[in-house]
Protein backbone atom coordinates (compact mmCIF):
# COMPACT_ATOMS: atom_id res chain seq x y z
CA UNK A 1 0.00 0.00 0.00
CA UNK A 2 1.78 3.32 -1.27
CA UNK A 3 0.83 5.92 1.34
CA UNK A 4 3.25 8.57 0.29
CA UNK A 5 1.58 11.95 0.29
CA UNK A 6 1.94 15.27 -1.53
CA UNK A 7 5.44 16.86 -0.27
CA UNK A 8 4.54 20.79 -0.82
CA UNK A 9 5.00 23.15 1.45
CA UNK A 10 1.94 23.15 3.91
CA UNK A 11 1.33 25.05 7.71
CA UNK A 12 1.79 23.56 10.77
CA UNK A 13 -1.63 22.50 11.12
CA UNK A 14 -1.86 21.08 7.89
CA UNK A 15 1.43 19.04 7.87
CA UNK A 16 0.12 17.69 11.35
CA UNK A 17 -3.24 16.59 9.31
CA UNK A 18 -1.38 15.12 6.73
CA UNK A 19 0.78 13.09 9.21
CA UNK A 20 -2.39 11.52 10.91
CA UNK A 21 -3.88 10.24 7.68
CA UNK A 22 -0.73 8.48 6.54
CA UNK A 23 -0.02 7.04 9.94
CA UNK A 24 -3.72 6.22 10.29
CA UNK A 25 -3.23 4.09 6.95
CA UNK A 26 0.08 2.76 7.77
CA UNK A 27 -1.19 1.62 11.20
CA UNK A 28 -3.93 0.23 9.96
CA UNK A 29 -2.13 -2.01 7.47
CA UNK A 30 0.64 -3.09 9.58
CA UNK A 31 -0.33 -2.65 12.91
CA UNK A 32 1.26 -0.76 16.06
CA UNK A 33 4.57 -2.76 16.46
CA UNK A 34 5.78 -3.29 12.54
CA UNK A 35 5.77 0.68 11.72
CA UNK A 36 8.26 3.13 12.37
CA UNK A 37 8.34 6.59 12.92
CA UNK A 38 11.17 6.66 10.30
CA UNK A 39 8.54 5.39 7.87
CA UNK A 40 5.73 7.68 8.58
CA UNK A 41 8.36 10.70 8.36
CA UNK A 42 9.12 9.61 5.15
CA UNK A 43 5.68 9.04 3.41
CA UNK A 44 4.59 12.50 4.63
CA UNK A 45 8.08 13.83 3.15
CA UNK A 46 9.06 15.37 6.72
CA UNK A 47 12.31 14.40 8.69
CA UNK A 48 12.36 12.30 12.07
CA UNK A 49 13.15 15.44 14.18
CA UNK A 50 9.79 17.03 13.19
CA UNK A 51 7.50 14.44 13.39
CA UNK A 52 8.94 14.12 16.76
CA UNK A 53 8.45 17.45 17.28
CA UNK A 54 4.61 17.42 16.03
CA UNK A 55 3.80 14.11 18.63
CA UNK A 56 6.14 13.60 20.56
CA UNK A 57 6.95 9.75 20.17
CA UNK A 58 5.11 6.99 18.09
CA UNK A 59 2.49 6.14 20.95
CA UNK A 60 1.18 9.44 20.75
CA UNK A 61 1.09 9.52 17.65
CA UNK A 62 -0.59 6.47 17.22
CA UNK A 63 -3.03 7.69 20.48
CA UNK A 64 -3.92 10.81 17.93
CA UNK A 65 -5.01 8.41 15.57
CA UNK A 66 -7.09 6.02 17.71
CA UNK A 67 -8.97 8.95 19.41
CA UNK A 68 -10.57 9.76 16.25
CA UNK A 69 -11.21 5.78 15.51
CA UNK A 70 -12.28 5.63 19.18
CA UNK A 71 -14.69 8.58 19.12
CA UNK A 72 -15.99 7.91 15.74
CA UNK A 73 -16.83 4.45 17.33
CA UNK A 74 -18.52 5.57 20.74
CA UNK A 75 -20.22 8.13 18.83
CA UNK A 76 -22.30 5.41 16.59
CA UNK A 77 -22.77 3.35 19.29
CA UNK A 78 -24.12 6.23 21.11
CA UNK A 79 -26.45 7.52 18.55
CA UNK A 80 -27.58 3.95 17.44
CA UNK A 81 -28.46 2.84 21.36
CA UNK A 82 -30.12 6.50 22.40
CA UNK A 83 -32.75 5.94 19.62
CA UNK A 84 -34.08 2.98 20.68
CA UNK A 85 -37.27 2.82 22.66
CA UNK A 86 -36.73 -0.62 24.95
CA UNK A 87 -33.99 -2.18 25.98
CA UNK A 88 -34.49 -5.34 23.55
CA UNK A 89 -34.27 -2.56 20.74
CA UNK A 90 -31.11 -1.18 22.54
CA UNK A 91 -29.54 -4.30 22.86
CA UNK A 92 -29.95 -4.77 18.38
CA UNK A 93 -29.12 -1.32 17.53
CA UNK A 94 -25.97 -1.12 19.53
CA UNK A 95 -24.68 -4.38 18.00
CA UNK A 96 -25.75 -3.59 14.48
CA UNK A 97 -24.24 -0.09 15.00
CA UNK A 98 -20.93 -1.82 16.01
CA UNK A 99 -21.06 -4.15 13.31
CA UNK A 100 -22.13 -1.00 10.36
CA UNK A 101 -18.93 0.54 11.64
CA UNK A 102 -16.68 -2.50 11.48
CA UNK A 103 -18.23 -2.62 7.66
CA UNK A 104 -17.68 0.55 6.81
CA UNK A 105 -14.27 1.89 8.26
CA UNK A 106 -12.15 -1.14 8.67
CA UNK A 107 -8.79 0.84 9.01
CA UNK A 108 -10.91 2.74 11.77
CA UNK A 109 -11.19 -0.99 13.36
CA UNK A 110 -7.52 -2.05 12.60
CA UNK A 111 -6.03 0.52 14.51
CA UNK A 112 -8.44 0.73 17.57
CA UNK A 113 -8.15 -2.67 18.22
CA UNK A 114 -5.23 -3.50 16.86
CA UNK A 115 -3.73 -6.45 18.48
CA UNK A 116 0.17 -5.45 18.45
CA UNK A 117 -0.79 -2.65 20.53
CA UNK A 118 1.15 -2.37 23.96
CA UNK A 119 -0.80 -4.22 26.40
CA UNK A 120 0.30 -1.36 29.21
CA UNK A 121 0.78 2.19 29.18
CA UNK A 122 -1.65 5.01 27.77
CA UNK A 123 -2.67 3.16 24.76
CA UNK A 124 -3.98 0.43 26.66
CA UNK A 125 -5.57 2.82 29.13
CA UNK A 126 -7.36 4.59 26.21
CA UNK A 127 -8.50 1.30 24.32
CA UNK A 128 -10.07 0.46 28.13
CA UNK A 129 -11.65 3.44 27.76
CA UNK A 130 -13.21 3.20 25.17
CA UNK A 131 -14.33 0.39 25.66
CA UNK A 132 -15.99 1.02 29.39
CA UNK A 133 -17.62 3.82 27.30
CA UNK A 134 -19.30 1.46 25.07
CA UNK A 135 -20.63 -0.40 28.04
CA UNK A 136 -21.68 2.56 29.33
CA UNK A 137 -23.99 3.73 26.81
CA UNK A 138 -25.46 -0.17 26.14
CA UNK A 139 -25.67 -0.61 30.13
CA UNK A 140 -27.40 2.67 30.87
CA UNK A 141 -29.93 2.27 28.28
CA UNK A 142 -30.95 -1.14 29.44
CA UNK A 143 -31.04 0.18 32.85
CA UNK A 144 -33.02 3.50 32.17
CA UNK A 145 -35.58 1.40 30.16
CA UNK A 146 -36.61 -1.31 32.51
CA UNK A 147 -39.27 -0.41 35.37
CA UNK A 148 -38.35 1.67 38.06
CA UNK A 149 -38.97 -1.67 40.71
CA UNK A 150 -36.60 -3.96 38.53
CA UNK A 151 -33.34 -1.45 37.92
CA UNK A 152 -31.85 -2.02 41.28
CA UNK A 153 -32.19 -5.57 41.14
CA UNK A 154 -30.95 -5.85 36.99
CA UNK A 155 -27.87 -3.49 37.15
CA UNK A 156 -25.34 -6.32 38.09
CA UNK A 157 -26.60 -8.60 35.66
CA UNK A 158 -26.81 -6.08 33.04
CA UNK A 159 -23.12 -4.72 33.35
CA UNK A 160 -21.95 -8.30 33.49
CA UNK A 161 -24.06 -9.48 30.55
CA UNK A 162 -22.71 -6.10 28.63
CA UNK A 163 -19.47 -6.77 29.54
CA UNK A 164 -19.33 -10.44 27.72
CA UNK A 165 -21.50 -9.26 24.99
CA UNK A 166 -18.72 -6.26 23.90
CA UNK A 167 -16.25 -9.65 24.41
CA UNK A 168 -18.24 -11.58 22.30
CA UNK A 169 -18.99 -8.86 19.66
CA UNK A 170 -14.88 -7.95 19.03
CA UNK A 171 -14.63 -11.94 18.72
CA UNK A 172 -16.68 -12.03 16.10
CA UNK A 173 -16.04 -9.07 14.33
CA UNK A 174 -12.59 -10.75 13.94
CA UNK A 175 -14.12 -13.70 12.53
CA UNK A 176 -15.69 -11.88 10.42
CA UNK A 177 -12.99 -9.66 8.92
CA UNK A 178 -11.19 -12.32 8.64
CA UNK A 179 -13.53 -15.02 6.81
CA UNK A 180 -16.35 -12.49 5.48
CA UNK A 181 -18.28 -15.18 5.42
CA UNK A 182 -21.86 -14.00 6.41
CA UNK A 183 -22.87 -9.74 5.84
CA UNK A 184 -21.79 -8.05 8.51
CA UNK A 185 -25.43 -7.51 9.51
CA UNK A 186 -26.02 -11.31 9.51
CA UNK A 187 -23.09 -11.62 11.63
CA UNK A 188 -24.86 -8.94 14.46
CA UNK A 189 -28.05 -10.75 13.67
CA UNK A 190 -26.25 -13.98 15.09
CA UNK A 191 -24.84 -12.52 17.99
CA UNK A 192 -28.44 -10.81 19.10
CA UNK A 193 -30.07 -14.42 18.32
CA UNK A 194 -27.87 -16.19 20.64
CA UNK A 195 -27.25 -13.58 23.67
CA UNK A 196 -30.95 -11.82 23.97
CA UNK A 197 -32.66 -14.45 24.81
CA UNK A 198 -30.37 -15.31 27.79
CA UNK A 199 -30.55 -11.08 28.61
CA UNK A 200 -34.33 -11.69 28.23
CA UNK A 201 -34.35 -14.44 30.79
CA UNK A 202 -31.92 -12.72 33.09
CA UNK A 203 -33.32 -9.37 33.44
CA UNK A 204 -36.99 -9.44 32.22
CA UNK A 205 -36.08 -7.91 28.85
CA UNK A 206 -38.23 -7.83 26.27
CA UNK A 207 -37.27 -9.17 22.62
CA UNK A 208 -36.04 -6.58 19.77
CA UNK A 209 -38.40 -5.82 17.35
CA UNK A 210 -37.92 -8.51 14.29
CA UNK A 211 -36.78 -6.64 11.25
CA UNK A 212 -39.76 -5.44 9.12
CA UNK A 213 -40.82 -7.61 6.10
CA UNK A 214 -38.56 -6.38 2.54
CA UNK A 215 -35.80 -5.53 4.55
CA UNK A 216 -33.10 -7.41 2.96
CA UNK A 217 -29.18 -7.37 4.82
CA UNK A 218 -26.53 -6.50 2.58
Excluded at 49 to 75: H, S, V, W
Excluded at 88 to 115: I, K, M, N, Q, T
Amino acid sequence: MNVSVSRSRLSRGDRMEQTLAAAHALFAERGYAAVTMEEIAGAVGVTKPLLYNYFGNKEQLYIACMERAGDALTETVATAVAASDSPGEALGAGVHAFFAFLDSDRAAWAVLFDETQPNHGEIAERVTAYRARILEFVSASMQAQLPERSRTAARTEIEALSTALLGAAEALARWWLRTQSVSAGNAAELLISTVEPGLRARSAIPPSPSPRKGTTQR
